[in-house]
């Protein structure tokens, strides 16, 4: 079993301020508001959450390897369970 870290330090691009926060196991966060200077962070492009953008460790889904919300093979149409 691979261990996968749930926890992400942030840092904010705009700030410079850094916050813990716990990740969602089964849904990429998209925005993420610094509690410090209030921006609104998103991903930057081609990353697919704001933890692999401005977080210290990567989503969830992307520690284990697995193709993220979005960023998998653009031609196949995930169904919702
Ligand atoms: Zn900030």
């Avoid at 942030?10 to 508001?33: H, L, N, S, V």
Wanted: glycine share 4%.
């Amino acid at each position: 079993m691979t261990e996968i870290k749930l926890t992400s330090v942030i840092t904010c691009p705009q700030c410079g301020a850094t916050q813990q926060e716990t990740m969602p196991t089964d849904a990429c966060q998209w925005f993420y508001e610094c509690p410090h200077c209030h921006a609104l962070l998103k991903p930057k492009s081609g990353d697919c959450c704001v933890f692999c953008s401005w977080g210290d460790t990567p989503c969830p889904p992307i520690q284990l390897e697995h193709d993220c919300c979005g960023n998998s093979k653009p031609q196949t149409k995930l169904t919702p369970e």
